[in-house]
């Protein structure tokens, strides 16, 4: 018999930058992946994929020993690490039955369900939630991606500038802003296209209060005191302004609001904002006038997303990018959405989000409180969402809030949760809070690939297939793949996707009728059908899996703008209606030196965290030997000036210490960043410890959410965003004998 040779067409998922790969499997095992050939993407993704350590992983990854291959039933007390192997059919039918025992006692709002950050087809657990009757859905969405998604809808009705997808940067930008922003660690994608755009001359600028890898090559770097980047912004606007650079015509034709925003940003002169902010005035100004120069890009990233300030700051990044004319020009900041590719069905096809009654959807934790990314924003923006752009993340429900219902039962009880695709003791804030709530549920069901912290406590544990086992499709632009390998082997593992997990609790809770589809594949299809393919297959075999966006600009010349008042709202009548400021406004962090001077004595240095790290992704892949001993210890940052002051060497293991808890990581001497500022990497667990209490897998060692707040009162006003990058803390060296 000869090798049965075979290359499939997939898409990598182990970064945002979603990569079209080609799987090659030589009998039936896996061999390598490459960058996937004969198609516009392939020149770009080659060096990408090329030198990526996850990828060159994936074996390691596919066949790792640690996998989870069959559903697990907490054997003994949660977290004793006790175990009993079952089918899944024991555990839908167990499962299932809970619920109903669960919602005929509090409700169908008693289910909640965390995501983490699109490993999923998340439209399918909006399908699931919506036929249930809960809008308790919870996750990262209040921290990354979803509110720039959320702003820009509600300020232009569109989803404005890149990052999802790692799309890269076109050709003919004057002036590219990285905002916040580290794509040589978190998008490697964005980062070869910047690296060209820098050969071919482009003006680069970096807003960061870290020495990143790009402002190495940087025009300009600015290093902003953590926090303060709403001010900074609108004094940039004030210098356009008041210099007369902004574009009239746009401006005339399609802002409303700019009296009203010109009145604002007199309260941001240049003087003051620079003590403010720590940046130079003159460096301010020649910012701003750098942005005027058309086409020009702010590429913002999480260190915004992350912030207090997070909806303010991404607001007025939108306003810069009306003001100087950037929107959807070619090279300027692009508008993303439905309209370029209508011939597809789009998650709002799919979410049946008309099937959550009225009644239900007022009962969405924390909405009453940050009704901008709530249920309530969201049903005020969706008309237009549906024409221009939705995401299944705009309305959830807050998270903290979340964690505090189950504690408290108020403002009803919360008795289960299903977590994919999300590790909530590692990646949310506050892990003891976290911890207590997760243990008190009557059932906590994780889907996942390994058994993790949050795994650790649970009461089932499934077995997710990964993107090598399962079909995929992205929105926007449409970006498809196969499946490469088998999810289930006899003998071997019975893994499943997320898809197979809600149509087999759907149909066990009587939703038969809307889980037509036997399987992800055949959903998939469905999808594709109106655009003229037979199925998932067929698409990829026609196009190679990727349908590019037709590249028209300006169309809000053709669409106008999907906002109340048909303009880029400067002034947002959508927040104003929500009872919030319609402008942006810098608030001062709650836990700042400013705000609070005296807590400040004890904890004098501030904490900054969330700043992506290779080759890990979040708190992925620190199981795989390859990947692990490239990085094998959390690292925090110090100024070695800070460092040697306090007696700590480069290499030293140290405390991060807060109001709320401490873990250690070790000392990186970094002088790219202020003397009073560190930074530790986010996502640290341990595979290699214990995963029964108190180990769990290492989750209190250097899990730096430990240490954070997410107390309602300190997060951002509109969204619910717990501020990940202000925090005062202190910092000594652990002592060892
Ligand atoms: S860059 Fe990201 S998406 Fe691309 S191959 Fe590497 S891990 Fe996969």
Redesign the pocket.
Known sequence: MGEQIKTVNA?????????R?EVHVKDGRLEK?EEVKGESQSER?RP??RA????RAAAEYYYHPDRLAYPLKRAGEKGEGKWQKISWDQALDEITAKLKELIEKYGSETVATSHGTHRTQDEYRMRFMNLLGSPNNIGQGNICWAPGGMVGLAVLGWWTGFGGG?KPLPKGTKCIVLWGANPNQAN??LWASLLDRKKEGVKLIVVDPRRIEGADMADMWLQPRPGTDVALMMAMIKVIIDEGLYDREFVEKWCYGFDKLRERVQDYPLDKVAELTWVPAEKIAETARWCTEKPSVIYQGMGIEHSANSIEAIHAHKILAAITGNIDIHGGEPMLGYPQQPEFRHEYDIDLDDKLSPEQRRKQIGADQFRLQSIIGYDLVKGFAKTMWTRYNLGVAHAPSVYRAMLTGKPYPVRAMFTLASNPMITQANTKLVHKALKSLDLYVVHDHWMTPSADIADYVLPSACWLERPHLFDVPINAGEAALPAKIEGVCDRRNDYELYRGLGIRLGQEEYWQWENLEEALSYRLQPAGFTSLKDFIEKTGGYAPLPGEERKYERLGFGTPTGKVELYSTIMEKLGYDPLPRYYEPAESPVSNPELAKEFPLMLITGGRHLPF?HSEHRQIDSLRKMHPNPLVQINPETASRLGISDGDWVWIETPRGRVRQKCQYFDGIAPTVVHAQHGWWFPELPGEEPWLHGVWESNIEVALNDDPDVCNKMNGGWPLRTALCRVYKVKSY
Do not use: D, F, K, Q
Not at 11 to 19: E, F, G, L
Not at 52 to 55: M, N, T
């Open positions: 898409v990598c998922y182990w970064c945002h930058s979603h990569c790969v992946i993704l990408v994929v990526c350590p996850r990828a790692g490697r994608r992704y």
